[in-house]
């Protein structure tokens, strides 16, 4: 059992950074790959990318609405995954959750919500125009 923590949500001016991170209970950290992704109001749960369990690998979604803009990474000393998030958009504008999975391996099946075994409770992005 894990339990994840999202913080570093708020309200951001378009064109400015946030960084989110995602702290983790347990002293399993670093067996989990860990994903995050994000829910606007009225669409679905969309997925960000993901990060493999020693951080070596990572994987985002395909279309260009975060490549090049948003980077994963963790730290499996302090039990946190982060998502640095560049020139925001109006758009960018969601909640957005961290998810831990038991898969041992990074694949392209991260994109997809049921890969993930844990979920935390979301922290609200707000993007100002």
């Known amino acids: 059992q894990v339990q994840l923590v999202e913080s570093g949500g708020g309200l951001v001016q378009a064109g400015g950074s946030l960084r989110l991170s995602c702290a983790a209970s347990g002293r399993t950290f670093s067996s989990y790959p860990m994903g995050w992704f994000r829910q606007a109001p009225g669409k679905e749960r969309e997925f960000v990318g993901a990060i493999s369990r020693g951080g070596g690998s990572t994987y985002y979604a395909d279309s260009d609405s975060v490549k090049g803009r948003f980077t994963i990474s963790r730290d499996n000393i302090k039990n946190t995954v982060y998502l640095q998030m560049n020139s925001l958009k109006p758009e960018d504008a969601a909640v957005y959750y961290c998810?831990?999975?038991?898969?041992?391996?990074?694949?392209?099946?991260?994109?997809?919500?049921?890969?993930?075994?844990?979920w935390g409770q979301g922290t609200q992005v707000t993007v100002s125009s």
């Open positions: 998810a831990a999975s038991t898969n041992a391996v990074l694949t392209t099946s991260a994109r997809y919500s049921d890969w993930y075994a844990y």
